[in-house]
C-alpha cells in the first residue's frame, strides 16, 4: 500500500508567520507545540519518498518520513509556501542527483526564468519528469483549478493507489469558480463522481472577517464557513473531508475553539502533521 503523511498543515506563511504580532504569533518562541508548517505531503512507495510541495520547512518535515530524500518532487503552483524549498535540493543542503521536479508547463516556464532555481536544473540536483504519473503502485493525475495564476497555473492532485483514491487542494479561489471549472454543481457530487475517499481541501481561513487588515479581494480562498454550508453533516458513503493550509489566524488551529469544534461535529476533519493515510 501506498502511505502520504501530512507533514506540514499552515498557509504559505506558516506559524509563526513574519510580522505577525496577533496572540496567534507573539510570545510563542518557546511554545513550539504551536507552530506550524506550510501544507506539504510525503507519499511513500515501497523504500521511496515522493515529495508534494517544497515548502522550507522541508527539513523538518522530512523527520516524519524517517529523513529519506525525496526521489519526486511536485509543485502545485508557485505561491511561496509551495516552492520555497526547493533550493534544499541544491548543493548547500540535500544536494540530490536528479530527483525529478512534476509540475505544469506555466510552471515549469516560472522556474526556469528564476535564476537560482535555474542553477537546480543546470546541476541535475533537479530534472524535469512528466506532469501526471502512472506506474504500478499509483498513479498522480493533475486537475487545473481557479487560484491567482500572475506567476503560472495552479492544479489539484488525484494521488490513487490500489485502495483509495485521495485528492489534495490546498489553494483555490471559489467553489463556484472551482466548480465550474470542473462541471459539477456541488462538492459532494465532484467528489463522488471522482471516486475520492480521501479530499485535503483548503481551509486557509475560517471566514471573511478573520482578516481585518487585508480585503477578500485580494486574498481568496473560500472560507471553512462557506464549505460546511456547502457540504453540509457527513453521511454515509461521503469521503473523508480534511480541512488543510490554515492561516495562522485560524481559530481551527486549536482544538479548545467553538470553530474547531463545529468541524468535528459535523463529521469532517481538521487535518494535523504527521496524519497518515493509506492508499
Ligand atoms: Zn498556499
Ligand atoms: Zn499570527
Known sequence: MIEVVLLGIAQDGGRPQAGCNLDCCIDIHSKSELWRTPVSLGVIE?????????????GKQL??????????VWITHVH???????????????????????????VSKNIEKTPSLKLLLENEN???????????NFKITPVEIPHRDELGDNHA?????????????????TWNE??????????KEWLKNLEIDIALIDGTFWNDKEIKHRSQENVKHPPIEETLERI?????????????????????LNKETKEYKKVIEM???????GMKFYL
Open 157 to 173: 492532485l488525484i494521488i490513487e493507489g490500489m485502495e483509495n483514491k485521495l485528492l489534495f487542494m490546498p489553494d483555490h479561489d
Open 126 to 136: 533537479l530534472v524535469f519528469g512528466d506532469w501526471g504519473v502512472r506506474n504500478e
Open 80 to 106: 511561496l509556501g509551495h516552492i520555497d524549498g526547493l533550493g534544499q535540493f541544491g548543493t548547500e543542503s540535500m544536494n540530490t542527483t536528479r530527483a525529478t521536479l512534476h509540475c505544469s508547463e506555466k
Open 46 to 58: 515501497e523504500e521511496e519518498l515522493h515529495l508534494i510541495e517544497a515548502s522550507r520547512m522541508i
Open 232 to 252: 453540509g453533516m457527513s453521511e454515509e458513503d461521503d469521503p473523508r473531508i480534511i480541512f488543510v493550509h490554515f492561516n495562522h489566524t485560524n481559530p481551527v
Open 63 to 72: 523527520t516524519l518520513v524517517d529523513n529519506k530524500i525525496p526521489k519526486s
Open 267 to 273: 463529521g469532517w476533519e481538521i487535518g494535523t502533521e
Open 178 to 187: 472551482t466548480l465550474e471549472s470542473v462541471g459539477y454543481e456541488s462538492i
